[in-house]
């Protein structure tokens, strides 16, 4: 059975850092996309940044484009997320996923495979 844990989640003050982490198993994860999305309260989830499986090419939401940066470790089967720059608007639960497609194309508008628990990351003004 697949299973996605994230942890690193907390509480920063604006403009601080932080790192999460999510670990999978159940499967070999090194030939799939990866991605990281978060929920706002009262608002819709939204794709975060994505790292393919093909080439471990990267895509990211305009709203962190220059501020957070993915990575992952196939030998781990663990994805990152490297959270810099931190705005009181980056408050959201972050949940990981894996996807049946190696590619990001399109990865905030299509359906993922298998979602961690979620993390609460909280940035205070």
């Known amino acids: 059975q697949v299973q996605l844990v994230e942890s690193g989640g907390g509480l920063v003050q604006a403009g601080g850092s932080l790192g999460l982490s999510c670990a999978a198993s159940?499967?070999?994860?090194?030939?799939?996309?990866l991605g990281w999305f978060r929920q706002a309260p009262g608002k819709e989830r939204e794709g975060v940044s994505c790292?393919?499986?093909?080439?471990?090419?990267?895509a990211y939401a305009d709203s962190v484009q220059g501020r957070f940066t993915i990575s992952r470790d196939n030998s781990k089967n663990t994805v990152y997320l490297e959270m810099n720059s931190l705005k009181p608007e980056d408050t959201a639960v972050y949940y990981c996923?894996?996807?049946?497609?190696?590619?990001?194309?399109?990865?905030?508008?299509?359906?993922?495979?298998?979602w961690g628990q979620g993390t609460q990351v909280t940035v205070s003004s």
């Open positions: 996923a894996v996807d049946r497609y190696y590619y990001c194309s399109n990865y905030d508008r299509r359906p993922w495979d298998y």
């Open positions: 159940g499967r070999t994860f090194s030939i799939y996309a």
């Open positions: 790292i393919s499986g093909s080439d471990g090419s990267t």
